[in-house]
Nanobody, 121 residues
């Protein structure tokens, strides 16, 4: 099995920073992509940002210029540095990973349990 351990959520004032981390462990042969989604109350889960093993990134327009995604391949860990946070960034943030568990072509998706980010004064 594969486990994802998220950390870094909490309460932050508008304009402040916060950093999320997510470490993957377990039966991992190679990680294809890691990323973060979020879900605000009453809304659908949406992609925040993701990053491939080669370092290519993709992010939502609403966070461009404010959030930065990075990863440490040796540690199977992905980070989300969030700056200039806004109340509308308030949501549960979920770590996501797509990986292979062996040399075969099969790919598997895993999700973290979610960490709450609240932006409020």
């Amino acid at each position: 099995q594969v486990q994802l351990v998220e950390s870094g959520g909490g309460l932050v004032q508008p304009g402040g920073p916060l950093r999320l981390s997510c470490a993957a462990s377990g039966s991992i042969f190679s990680i294809i992509v890691m990323g973060w989604y979020r879900q605000a109350p009453g809304k659908q889960r949406e992609l925040v940002a993701d990053i491939t093993s080669g370092g290519s990134t993709n992010s939502a327009d609403s966070v461009k210029g404010r959030f930065t995604i990075s990863r440490d391949n040796a540690k199977n860990t992905v980070y989300l540095q969030m700056n200039s946070l806004k109340p509308e960034d308030t949501a549960v943030y979920y770590c996501y990973v797509r990986l292979r568990r062996s040399r075969g072509p099969s790919e598997y998706d895993y999700w973290g349990q979610g960490t709450l980010v609240t932006v409020s004064s």
